[in-house]
């Protein structure tokens, strides 16, 4: 399995939407290369034929009644948003200027 | 300190019962054993991250009021609980040992609280862990470690190094914790304490802030193997809010203990797991961990060695599931609807995205960020099946050494944790080194068999308690609690009494 660089952490990061500073890229990239490697050992451990385990009880889907349930009011709901506008939860721009 | 603190939840039961005490009295002792010994971020205990002086005393003098009319909700009502940061409860802040919850009061309660209120039990307080569950020391916490009882340079374990400290501290007599990989049991070890993780689905996860959804169980943190009984029969069950809670009725668990108790283990086939010892354990854990079995074999049971030859690759397949998981649970933080917003420094009017960049960044510690991009990685395209899709393999493998090992025996056992309780900082900065804390207790997560820790001794070396593990196979958990009690007992007569009584005397708290 291949180790893990800084600019591929950088990327990763980017994905995740974390703004890694330089100094914690520069932590981060190494420790990880060593976790990895350490994990790696189960790479062949397990043939095609083994089937994957997501969870650990046999699951089907679970249904209930659609019947209306109490829930939260919309004050409720609002009461620890960072910003609230007219009932609604106010967050920062969605779009670029150019869009 | 008073006796009242000292004393067992089931006899606190009692003693309301037969009107002894009152609720009140007993939530203030407790109250005021947290003001003497809990101390702050810098220096006591610090079981705590939130004490709810008024909310414990109001539900102590309601729980009262109740027994005046002779109408108790429960056995336990009045009896005073600590709940870990990770499970909602209204009213209380929630913040995950985090910063990115800072001051986030829930608009509901987890089932499990829900279940405690209705019962009558007092909360007393908000317990300290590892940020989102991460860690195995409770360094991780944003707002400082909680230290070992037994030696206040110590780590208490973790992540519920909050909830294990708080009883072994005599702060409260019961907890609630949250085991993904350890997280109960391994604290238990290190605190000289009980904890369980019961069967996966046996207690409902709603109102449990996902660490990692197919491995997270909330369960019992105490002092002895019956109070960790009655509170998982109050706690467990099926709530139909949480779709992977199993629709069964739970097995006698306090019957299990009281029987356990008697001292009788005669036919009971007892598995030691040869991979889950020697090397890397502590020669004082594993000296512990054998008398125990001469004990159990003097109870009557036959103790045989096991082989789970899957389980060496225990540590990996986790290290690979629970940051896969852990990353997709720990997208919802992204300062839209709760929680914290920082905006990037310097950007005029920032985007949606560049806020949740900037507030993740600040919002989470070192080891979740380690987690996230680990599982990010292991999630991205050209990865999936070499990383997240193998560890769901190895994951079967894992599940079926389980099974064949309880065809031929009741339960399985191990040391629960490798080493005592280490000095804090010392693996702060060594990721693996951490990991390695739970080698013996990750299987059972992946598994979702049920696993209780209660202590075996104190390891001739460091005189630090060492924990004893029993596995039993999913929804067998009163297994976990006959087994355990019959050896508490055994050992309880060894030492004299509770092995707490050896722990030194905190300053504030006078003994």
Not at chain 2, 27 to 33: F, N
Not at chain 2, 431 to 441: E, F, I, K, Q
């Amino acid at each position: 399995m291949p180790e893990i660089s800084r600019d591929e952490v950088a990327h990763l990061a980017t994905l995740a939407r974390i703004d890694l500073s330089d100094a914690e890229l520069d932590h981060l990239a190494p420790q990880l290369s060593v976790i990895l490697e350490s994990v790696a050992s189960i790479s062949e451990v397990a043939g095609p034929d083994v089937p994957p385990t997501s969870h650990p009880m046999p699951l089907t889907n679970v249904f209930r009644e659609d019947v209306v349930q109490p829930s939260l009011t919309a004050e409720q709901a609002l009461a620890m948003a960072p910003q609230a506008e007219e009932q609604r939860f106010a967050v920062p721009r969605i779009l670029g200027d150019e869009q | 300190m008073s006796d009242t603190t000292r004393r067992t939840a089931a006899d606190l039961a009692e003693a309301l019962a037969t009107g002894e005490t009152t609720s009140v009295a007993l939530t203030q002792a407790h109250l005021d054993r947290i003001a003497a010994v809990d101390g702050s971020a810098e220096s006591g205990v610090h079981a705590f991250l939130h004490v709810d002086t008024e909310g414990a005393l109001a539900a102590a003098v309601a729980s009262d009021e109740r027994r005046a009319a002779g109408a108790p909700l429960h056995a336990l009502d009045g009896v005073p609980i600590a709940v870990k940061d990770v499970l909602t409860t209204t009213g209380l802040p929630t913040t995950c040992g985090s910063k990115i919850l800072e001051g986030w009061i829930p608009p509901y309660d987890a089932t499990v609280v829900a279940r405690l209120k209705a019962a009558g039990l007092p909360i007393l307080g908000k317990t300290n862990m590892d940020e989102f569950a991460m860690g195995s020391s409770t360094e991780h916490s944003a707002y400082g470690p909680t230290r070992n009882p037994w030696d206040l340079e110590r780590i208490p374990g973790g992540s519920g190094g909050g909830s294990a400290a708080a009883v072994a501290a005599f702060e409260a007599p019961l907890a609630l914790g949250t085991d993904t990989g350890g997280s109960i049991r391994q604290p238990g070890a290190v605190t000289g304490t009980v904890g369980v993780k019961p069967t996966y689905g046996g207690v409902s996860r709603y109102g449990l802030v996902a660490m990692a959804n197919s491995l997270d169980q909330v369960g019992p943190v105490t002092r002895t193997v019956l109070d960790a009984a009655l509170l998982h029969e109050l706690i467990g069950g099926h709530d139909p809010r949480d779709s992977t809670s199993i629709d069964q009725p739970l097995p006698g668990l306090v019957a299990a203990a009281r029987q356990g108790a008697a001292g009788d283990l005669t036919g009971l086939r007892v598995g030691v797991i040869r991979e889950l010892q020697g090397e890397g354990y502590q020669a004082g854990v594993l000296a512990r961990f054998q008398e125990s079995l001469e004990l159990l074999t003097k109870a009557g049971a036959e103790v045989v060695e096991v082989s789970c030859p899957s389980f060496v690759h225990a540590l990996a397949t986790y290290y690979l599931v629970m940051p896969c998981e852990a990353s997709s649970n720990l997208a919802k933080f992204d300062a839209m609807r709760y929680g914290l917003r920082v905006l990037p420094e310097g950007v005029d009017s920032p985007s949606a995205e560049e806020v949740m960049r900037a507030t993740r960044d600040a919002g989470f510690g070192d080891e979740v960020k380690r987690r996230i991009i680990l599982g990010t990685y292991a999630l991205s395209s050209g990865y999936y099946d070499a990383y997240y899709g193998t560890a769901q393999r190895v994951r079967t493998l894992i599940s079926r050494d389980f099974e064949a090992a309880f065809g031929q025996v009741d339960v399985l056992v191990s040391p629960t944790a490798p080493t005592t309780a280490f000095k804090l900082g010392e693996k702060l900065d060594d990721p693996l080194a951490m990991y390695l804390n739970d080698l013996a207790t990750i299987p059972a997560n992946l598994a979702g068999v049920p696993g209780i820790s209660l202590p075996s001794g104190l390891a001739d070396e460091d005189g630090l308690p060492a924990g004893f593990q029993v596995l039993a196979p999913a929804m067998a958990d009163d297994r976990l609690y006959r087994v355990g009690a019959a050896l508490e007992a055994a050992l309880e007569e060894r030492w004299g009494g509770p092995l707490l009584d050896k722990a030194p005397a905190l300053e504030g708290g006078s003994k």
